[in-house]
T-cell receptor
């Protein structure tokens, strides 16, 4: 089944404790992206990747890192999480930039 | 001006009626437009795409595009309670890095 898989679904952590949210797609998509979704602010792009080893900042990249060592994986790294990063995170992929996106199931992160 | 604007709602429609959702965008050169449906706590799922002026129908859904006026709309005929969700409009930008820009979404409630 074609899908985008992200883990974990729920994560509660404390300020400053490094964490990684994994994302994997099995559709051989070139383009992958991370979004956060907050009430009243909609979906905001954090980082995106046009292809392997090619990543770039989205609209809200501060406090996040990503890597794209393989085509299928695009992990999101929070080196020192802060409470303002409490949010619902979505990984998404598409054939190319601007093509319809396929979303993962989301990760609800709480930073205390 | 926001790149993609939607009325956040909530929009309340009686069961069986037509629900009309609207979206305006600022990038006059945009060519690709998408509607996503998002149930509470779930990931967005693509329900319609439209690329040329006019109407595009898919079952109970009709997408309408007017590039001259820079708006795109989604009509849901014979609304069902299961249509209650947030509807996100997404537009592919052509300026800068190509990506999908999302509106904040319109929350739709279908009343039995």
């Amino acid at each position: 089944e074609a899908q985008v898989t992200q883990n974990p679904r729920y994560l509660i952590t404390v300020t400053g404790k490094k964490l990684t949210v994994t994302c994997s797609q099995n559709m051989n998509h070139e383009y992958m992206s991370w979004y956060r979704q907050d009430p009243g602010l909609g979906l905001r792009q954090i980082y995106y990747s046009m292809n392997v080893e090619v990543t770039d900042k989205g609209d809200v990249p501060e406090g996040y890192k990503v890597s794209r060592k393989e085509k299928r994986n695009f992990p999101l790294i929070l080196e020192s999480p802060s409470p303002n990063q409490t949010s619902l995170y979505f990984c998404a992929s598409s054939l190319s930039a601007g093509s319809p996106l396929h979303f993962g199931n989301g990760t609800r992160l709480t930073v205390t | 001006q926001k790149e993609v604007e939607q009325n956040s709602g909530p929009l309340s429609v009686p069961e069986g009626a037509i629900a009309s959702l609207n979206c305006t965008y600022s990038d006059r050169g945009s060519q690709s437009f998408f509607w996503y449906r998002q149930y509470s706590g779930k990931s967005p799922e693509l329900i319609m795409s439209i690329y040329s002026n006019g109407d595009k129908e898919d079952g109970r859904f009709t997408a309408q595009l007017n590039k001259a006026s820079q708006y795109v709309s989604l009509l849901i005929r014979d609304s069902q309670p299961s249509d209650s969700a947030t509807y996100l409009c997404a537009v592919k930008t052509i300026q800068g890095a190509q990506k999908l820009v999302f509106g904040q979404g319109t929350r739709l409630t279908i009343n039995p």
